[in-house]
């Protein structure tokens, strides 16, 4: 225990030598691990947002005025995914049209016949399925006789969710590019501190130092590095965090939606890889330039 | 620290050892034992191979040729690992001195406990004892750039006499010296000596080796005598 605190004694004068060193290390790592942050924050806004869309999805079944109608409704709710079923008759369904129509529902006076058919709105229960519920129940309500066509937002659901599925695969690819590149720049600076410490080193050496009494406070000096560029992009983050929700509850509206912080796990793995690439810089930097 | 001295018995077996720069033999064929608890001087002209001799000795670098045992450890087979170990056991005072630039007096020499991983209370007192009996201890803050070659060289023995070590290296230990200062140093090493350590001794000042019981002469990297110094004292201080 003695020992850790003499190696970080050590590592923090290091550090203090080499400050700027260090400082500049520590805002590109902090850099590199504020994007990763910001996208994975967009894509846990964006899913939760799709999250909210989805558990309202709505499904219009427009009836033939000739089919069965209204007695459809037994198979319809018997569909999976569907949460209720409402009946909307042609005089309501013109009713509705001509309340939308306001001043200019005179208009609808002179049809001599209702065109509008007979519809069901469905109401979907997505908890815990994908859109592809959605699309599943409409399919399984289009094929029945008597439906003449379904109506819902599948485009531009199956687009969204796409897209959601995209930016998180980029996401990752690019957060294990950056990390790669934080490593390479941990390693480095430490190369360079290895470098100046060079003789230091080498009668560390002479006069008996084991290679672990030697590496301690260089890997100290990694992680610290790293740890304070995660801090670092913690701190940037969730300060543009803070501004954009009190923007949004001042004013902006989501429709009630309230945008959400990375979760715990996510922002503390975060900064346990930012020090891991500290140690794996250091490592890196043993591996190559650590010979005697 | 616990000490690793030996009673009796060759602390040290060199067998046909040679070491070549490039073309240039610094070292040729030499053979030896020296006993644990012996005081060996190595002297000869400059570039004779003393520094050489005592480099191969600490592990610096490897021979060219033949086989060196210390402590009945063959050097050649040991694995990395070991290796600092066995320099622990080795109290070295460099030519050069190799201080730690941008480490204080204090931290130079406790350096060597510390890496041994010694109590850290045990390791204050230690370095107080050394640098005093060097009397260097007014001057534990200081760094080695603003210190004197003589400085310097005490901070140095008394580095090399902090970790306890069953053998004392001393590569011209009194070369910066005034005579006041050198027989001090000399006086501290003929302790170590008497407690049991064996020490070699590199120095080209006749006047250590007067009386002396066994001085190894180097010539062009040979060794031409190991024996005692029969020679007349020049002056009183000796061994
Ligand atoms: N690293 C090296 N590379 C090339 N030649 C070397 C090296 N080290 C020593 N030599 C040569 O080996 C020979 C022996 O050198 P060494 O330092 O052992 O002499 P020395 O007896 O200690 O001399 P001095 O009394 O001047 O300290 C010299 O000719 C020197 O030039
Ligand atoms: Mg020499």
Sequence with gaps: ?292 | MENQRQDSGPVIRMFGVGKRYGAKAALSEVSLEIDAGEFVFLTGPSGAGKSTFLKLLYLAEPPSEGQILLAGMNLARMGRRQLPRLRRSLGVVFQDYKLIATRNVYENVALVLDAAGADPGYTKKKVRVVLKKVGMEDRMASHPPALSGGEKQRVAVARALAGDPAVVLADEPTGSLDPVSAGIIMDLLLDFHRAGGTVILATHDDHLLAGARRVLVLDGGRLVYDGPNDLPAPKARRP
């Design chain 1, 1 to 292: 225990m003695r020992r850790i605190f003499r190696h970080l004694a050590r590592a923090l004068a290091d550090i203090r030598e080499n400050l700027l060193l260090h400082a500049l290390a520590a805002s590109t790592i902090g850099i590199i691990f504020l994007l990763s942050g910001t996208f994975s924050l967009a894509i846990v806004n964006l899913s939760a947002l799709m999250d909210r869309w989805h558990g309202n999805a709505r499904i219009m079944v427009y009836l033939d005025d000739s089919g069965p109608g209204r007695l459809l409704e037994g198979n319809l709710v018997s569909l999976p995914g569907v949460k209720s079923v409402t009946f909307i008759s042609k005089a309501e369904a013109l009713k509705a049209l001509s309340g939308n129509l306001g001043p200019q529902a005179g208009l609808l006076a002179n049809l001599d016949e209702n065109p509008l058919p007979a519809a069901f709105e469905l109401s979907v229960d997505l908890a815990d399925q994908g859109p592809e519920a959605v699309a599943r129940a409409a399919e399984a309500a289009g094929a029945l006789a008597g439906v003449s066509d379904v109506e819902y937002g599948r485009q531009w659901l199956s687009r969204f969710t796409m897209f959601i599925r995209l930016a998180r695969v980029a996401a990752l690819a690019l957060s294990v590019l950056f990390l790669v590149a934080a490593v390479f720049i941990t390693a480095s600076t430490i190369r360079l501190v290895l470098y100046n410490r060079a003789e230091e080193i080498s009668i560390m050496r002479l006069v008996g130092a084991t290679e672990g009494f030697i590496r301690a406070p260089f890997y100290l000096q990694g992680m610290i590095q790293g740890l304070a560029g995660g801090l670092f992009a913690l701190a940037v983050l969730f300060s543009f965090f803070a501004l954009a929700r009190s923007g949004i509850s001042g004013g902006l509206t989501l429709g009630g939606f309230t945008p959400l912080f990375l979760p715990v796990w996510a922002w503390a793995s975060g900064l346990a890889a930012a020090g891991g690439v500290g140690l794996g810089g250091c490592f890196l930097t043993f591996i190559r330039f650590g010979g005697r």
